[in-house]
């Protein structure tokens, strides 16, 4: 792989640009970052205009000089920056003890100072340790210097990219038998975190306005917006920074991220004035970018009650921002913000992006990361368009085009770092209906979609109407995955008659999860389908967990609504709230609702959500005749061997699977179970003999009679 070029913040981007070209002619590998985050001391902050890291040249730090000294006392300070330079980051190394030999540093990081022409001799040929020269002569030093030992290159990568510090925080100490789960995850989470080249590109580059980040949910948009946030905030302290996202369930995991990365880069704490980690709508107990936009309006922000009941659950947010923008866009607006950074950008509506643009002072440093087919039935993300809107004579007030030697403004992470193969391919395909009796229930309007969040093309083509099979690429996943788990536990279904039993089997498997395999209880999540029925339904689970002497609870009901996992006890979430949170151990349970909801698109999104919140091992649990259906697919998945095989559909078909298979809004859905409940009751007292077809009134009685008509002329 060819040198990797990071463009970073650059005080001479045109001599930054020059030094990249000169590199790239004689390093065949690494990374060069053209304005490297800067390195903090004890005493102040250190600048580094530039920064390689070669497997075969070793750690340079660059500093791109202005001007060319010509008295004493300028050559003389021009060491003593270079020196400050190799000093600051040799002690940024040093804080590291995976990058100790001993009582010496493992890899001992180079400088070199470059100018436009050659310098005076007293620095050229002096003896500092360093590089004091021109361009031209450049690689005759890089020929010099000495490799990184190939047992400390991910340690070297680690500390550099500030990642180091988001190793798990668990030793599991009590793990003996090396065979276990617990082993297992040992083994994997002992691993240096790293981050790949698009993830460095991600969270370095930062153009002077917008920016998207995009790819599957595992991909790590999360990591990569908190280190940006991080990142920004050490290099303009100035700056007022919101990082915000939709599930309130984040608020501890981005806490803990950007305080870990902003030590990294400052030693200090983050400043929360001019840092704020918030939710996108806020509560009266924590402020979000909703209620401090409406706040900056002179209006009261509206609270969820007030929401729900005037625009409906599933329209809630979109609706009280619609109405702050209505009265935003009638006033002259004073921006609140110098950037803000946006998760979850897939779940948010139009109104919020375009209040968020008018509160955001220009250049408009807004970031963004959206999950790739999250809604397995989207024809496409939103249009920058779309999102924040039209300017004057309708020209585009976004721009995302990438251009050479800048900060990319569009990056893509092809990578899923959380779901298994097994478990992605698993889920996509019944989210879809891939292995379906009745065929597809929904696809994407883009098939070559499929390319972009990596499958390989096995067999057909990705068009229209053609018969494809499809396979997860090895380069999309980490290694480890093949290396360390077994496809038939990383991903098992189970079938059961009734709820007790499958209640019943789930308890004795978690129980087992906590003897044998040595697991933790905030390793495993169990995910309810059902946002509505959760408070009823989890009781009976609960009580199956604690006949076997194990804590549980329901997120947001017998916990905060802020935190998913408890140490000691296991947690039980409905779809919302393990939105956005992940697990070693997901058990997804009553998943028959996936063939048997009138909403069923709802409940293969659902289902689909649910099965990628696992990070390792996922059971797909369901009870009854219907749960067969679910089964079934799930043994065609495997027995292709993970492959997704199926018809690509056409225009007109892919039209009438969104017309046969659309969702419900919240609304419909209600009164969809309100009809059917009255349905039964009265079909039971016909049956009972309670009521007779008689004591309905005529007109009513034709109207069935025609509509059974109707329905039979239908079957044929």
Known sequence: MPLDIIQGESRDRTTAQALAKNLKQYISE??????????ATADAKIDVDALLVSQQKGVIAFKLAQNIPSSEAEIQEEIEQQDRLFNALES????????????????????????????????SEGESDGYFGDLENLNVWIDTLYPIDKGYEEAVQAALQRVATIKPKKKRSSVQDVSSKGAILKEIEKGIANLDRWQKAAAIESPEGPQRIRGLAGSGKTVVLALKAAYLHTQHPDWRIALTFHSRSLYEQMDDLVTRFTFEHSNDQPDEEHLKIIHTWGSSSRPGVYSMIARALGEVPRNWAYARATYGMDNAFQGICAELL?????????????????????????????????????????????????????????????????????AS?????????????????????????????????????????????????????????????????????????????????????????DAQDAVKVESFTNEEAQDAWIAEQIHKNLTEDELEHDDILIVLPDSYRAKSRAPRLIRQLQSRGIKSHLVGVNSSTDRVFQSGSIALAHIYRAKGNEAPMVYAIDVQKAATEKNFLTAR??????????????????????????????NQIVSNEYQLRFKIPTESELAALRHLNRERSTADEKAVRQYADTLHSMLSDLEKGEMSIDDLPPALRTRLANLQLESN???Y
């Open 605 to 634: 999104n659902t289902l689909f959500t649910a099965i990628t919140r696992s990070r390792s091992w996922v059971r797909i649990v369901g009870f009854g005749d219907s749960m067969h259906t679910i089964e079934k697919e799930i």
């Open 30 to 39: 690494g990374t060069l970052y053209l304005g490297y985050p800067v390195i």
């Open 92 to 123: 940024h190394l040093g804080r590291h003890e995976m990058l100790r030999k001993g009582r010496q540093l493992a890899v001992i990081p180079q400088t070199a100072t470059v100018y436009a022409s050659p310098p005076p001799t007293e620095l």
């Open 326 to 394: 209505s009265i935003a866009e009638s006033k002259t607006i004073n921006p609140i913000f110098d950037a803000v950074l946006i998760d979850e950008a897939q779940d948010l509506p139009p109104e919020f992006f375009r209040l968020v643009y008018l509160f955001t002072k220009h250049p408009k440093r807004i970031v963004w990361g959206y999950d790739e087919l999250q809604k397995l039935s989207e024809s496409a993300m939103p249009t920058t368009d779309e999102l924040f809107g039209l300017g004057e004579n309708n």
């Open 713 to 715: 002329d239908d079957n």
């Open 397 to 485: 007030l976004i721009n995302l085009d990438n251009r050479e030697g800048q900060p990319r403004r569009d990056i893509v992470l092809p990578i899923c770092y959380r779901n298994t193969p097994w478990a992605l391919s698993t889920a996509h395909a019944l989210g879809l209906g891939v292995y379906r009796a009745e065929g597809l229930v929904q696809h994407p309007d883009e098939p070559k979609l499929w390319e972009e969040i990596g499958y390989n093309i096995l067999q057909g083509s990705l068009k229209e109407g053609s018969y494809v099979a499809l396979e997860r690429s090895a380069d999309s996943y980490p290694e480890y995955f093949s290396r360390l788990l």
